[in-house]
């Protein structure tokens, strides 16, 4: 597999990522990832809560796009900045995780940005070789 778990893409007022993972659950982890490195210096979060976060599509796109907005829905709603992910369980259509991190505090949080959601342009997810995974999403910002 490719070294690179995510990068980052630019895009014309909006953020996007391009990820990978050796199976589908590395392939989420690393989206979890991806998107919380975006919104803050992952380093700058510890681990004091815990959240169990459970999403259901219709297809492995979706529930990409369903994961990820969970994920800043629950962000935002909560004021939490995650720093880690779980995948305890996943198909092609539903997931079930545990992510932690630690409640909002702008003081010790070094904060890159605000991703409103995520949005279905040149989304995709596939296999691109031997149970090695590729995903890009676009973030409106």
Not at 7 to 34: C, I, K, P, Q
Not at 46 to 71: K, N, Q
Not at 100 to 126: C, M, S
């Amino acid at each position: 597999m490719k070294k690179q778990t995510y990068e980052y893409l630019e895009h014309t007022a909006d953020a996007g990522m391009r990820v990978w993972g050796d199976s589908v659950d590395l392939l989420f982890t690393n989206a979890a990832m991806g998107l919380f490195g975006m919104m803050a210096v992952i380093d700058s979060i510890d681990e004091t809560v815990s959240m169990d976060i459970e999403v259901r599509a219709d297809s492995i796109e979706m529930l990409l796009v369903a994961w990820l907005d969970e994920l800043i829905y629950q962000h935002e709603v909560e004021e939490l900045f995650f720093k880690r992910v779980e995948i305890l369980s996943i198909n092609s259509e539903e997931l079930f995780a545990r992510v932690h991190g630690e409640p909002t505090n702008f003081d010790k949080h070094i904060v890159y940005t605000e991703i409103k959601a995520v949005t279905y342009h040149q989304l995709y997810v596939r296999e691109i070789e031997n149970g090695v995974w590729e995903a890009q999403v676009i973030f409106d910002l």
